[in-house]
């Protein structure tokens, strides 16, 4: 009922999410990146309920101004990172100049926070507040499925020297959240290869 695409995006390769409630055709979109063209091209024929942001980091939003404008779907970010989609400076698109032009669009219709539960396309998304990465990231939980932007990579861990950055923070949301859940959780994170958690709480050596 619930099919997951991927797509990798950009100079960055940034994982974008496609979910699609398969029997009517309503779709959310989970931190389209940058040059999104291959999914622009999938989402065509499908009614975009919601972009989700796992934070709000050049590379996870590239693609969001284009999305929103052709399918007039509503974008969903963490209170903390409100003035990121609008500052080139706080997203990091002014620094990383060699890769991305300024990005700026317009702020988010929503909020989030950790502790919601999101009703979209039929399913129930929980909100979990992991920053550490950024001061305003928070992974997705669908069912066994969790989203968990730049806080848990297969093997690896999300940078903490970027605008908001801290270590401690980044730690703790990894073992006092995400791996609270069960082992079988599969992980879908910001960048590379799926994982789970049973197997990052067994075998990544950064925790």
Not at 74 to 84: A, G, T
Not at 139 to 144: A, N, T, V
Not at 159 to 173: F, H, I, K, P
Not at 197 to 202: A, C, D, K, L
């Given at each position: 009922?619930?099919?997951?695409?991927?797509?990798?995006?950009?100079?960055?390769?940034?994982?974008?999410?496609?979910?699609?409630?398969?029997?009517?055709?309503?779709?959310?979109?989970?931190?389209?990146?940058?040059?999104?063209?291959?999914?622009i091209?999938?989402?065509?024929?499908?009614?975009?309920e919601?972009?989700?942001?796992?934070?709000?980091?050049?590379?996870?939003?590239?693609?969001?101004?284009?999305i929103?404008?052709l399918?007039?779907?509503?974008?969903y970010?963490?209170?903390?990172?409100?003035?990121?989609?609008?500052?080139?400076?706080?997203?990091?698109?002014?620094?990383?100049?060699?890769?991305?032009?300024?990005?700026?669009?317009?702020?988010?219709?929503?909020?989030?926070?950790?502790?919601?539960?999101?009703?979209?396309?039929?399913?129930?998304?929980?909100?979990?507040?992991?920053?550490?990465?950024?001061?305003?990231?928070?992974?997705?939980?669908?069912?066994?499925?969790?989203?968990?932007?730049?806080?848990?990579?297969?093997?690896?861990?999300?940078?903490?020297?970027?605008?908001?950055?801290?270590?401690?923070?980044?730690?703790?949301?990894?073992?006092?959240?995400?791996?609270?859940?069960?082992?079988?959780?599969?992980?879908?994170?910001?960048?590379?290869?799926?994982?789970?958690?049973?197997?990052?709480?067994?075998?990544?050596?950064?925790?």
């Amino acid at each position: 009922m619930l099919k997951i695409d991927s797509y990798s995006l950009g100079p960055l390769q940034t994982n974008a999410y496609l979910l699609t409630n398969e029997e009517t055709g309503k779709a959310i979109i989970i931190d389209p990146g940058m040059n999104p063209g291959a999914l622009i091209r999938k989402i065509e024929n499908l009614e975009i309920e919601a972009i989700l942001l796992t934070h709000a980091h050049f590379d996870h939003m590239g693609g969001v101004d284009e999305i929103r404008k052709l399918k007039g779907c509503p974008v969903y970010l963490h209170d903390l990172e409100s003035e990121w989609l609008i500052s080139p400076k706080l997203n990091g698109s002014l620094m990383w100049s060699q890769v991305s032009p300024p990005l700026s669009t317009n702020p988010a219709e929503y909020d989030l926070a950790g502790g919601q539960q999101l009703e979209l396309i039929g399913h129930q998304f929980a909100v979990y507040h992991t920053p550490g990465h950024s001061p305003g990231s928070v992974s997705f939980l669908c069912g066994d499925h969790l989203f968990s932007g730049d806080v848990l990579f297969k093997l690896g861990v999300g940078r903490t020297d970027l605008q908001g950055g801290r270590e401690r923070d980044l730690l703790d949301s990894i073992h006092n959240t995400l791996f609270t859940f069960k082992d079988e959780v599969k992980v879908y994170p910001g960048h590379g290869p799926r994982t789970t958690i049973g197997y990052e709480r067994s075998n990544n050596p950064y925790v």
